[in-house]
């Protein structure tokens, strides 16, 4: 068996601490619209808020981290044309995961809403009150999320195709490394 180059750990808890905050933020962003007007919804708004909040931090970490320690090679077995889209679907998540909550706090910004961020701080207001900009920006977010969510299903769904049916490392390069002796 080839020696396979895992990522480094900072890498991996960025990951990994990124998806569960996706899996956190969208169902948040679901139930804040369903609820009714009110104290509960407000806690729903500020926890989604949050949660944006904390992706656009992470995802920033991520590309330092990137740049100071650039990903292992690919896998020797991948297809170069598999290749160029793993690269693509990567750049296409990134760019996501930075757009969607930009445009969500500058759609909160419009409405007229302030974010604050886990009730530690509040980010600043990006535009001036405008609710016909604040309805437009918030469509795109909406949008651009639900976009998002489809490259990460068809991303996991890569990570258990390569895992399950290829059988290679493409997945184990992410998970932690269990030493057993």
Not at 6 to 27: E, G, I, M, N, Q
Not at 40 to 49: G, I, K, S, T, W
Not at 56 to 83: F, K, N, V
Not at 167 to 179: A, F, G, Q, S, T
Request: hydrophobic share 55%; with cysteine.
């Amino acid at each position: 068996m080839i020696d396979v180059v895992h990522y480094r750990k900072p890498a991996k808890l960025l990951h990994w601490s990124t998806a569960l905050a996706v899996f956190c933020v969208v169902p948040l962003g679901i139930a804040m619209v369903d609820a009714s007007p009110g104290p509960r919804q407000n806690q729903l708004y500020d926890l989604h808020r949050s949660f944006g909040a904390l992706i656009l931090t992470l995802t920033a970490l991520r590309l330092l981290w990137r740049l100071y320690a650039p990903p292992p090679p690919p896998i020797s077995d991948m297809p170069p044309w598999q290749s160029r889209v793993s690269r693509l679907m990567h750049a296409a998540l990134y760019v996501l995961l930075f757009a969607v909550p930009l445009v969500g706090w500058a759609g909160t910004s419009a409405f007229g809403a302030r974010i604050m961020v886990f009730g530690l701080f509040e980010l600043p207001m990006l535009l001036d009150k405008n609710r016909e900009l604040a309805a437009v920006l918030l469509s795109i977010h909406v949008y651009l999320a639900f976009s998002m969510c489809a490259l990460f299903v068809v991303h996991i769904a890569a990570a258990i195709h390569h895992h399950f049916v290829r059988k290679n490392e493409v997945l184990r390069r992410m998970l932690p490394r269990i030493h057993v002796r």
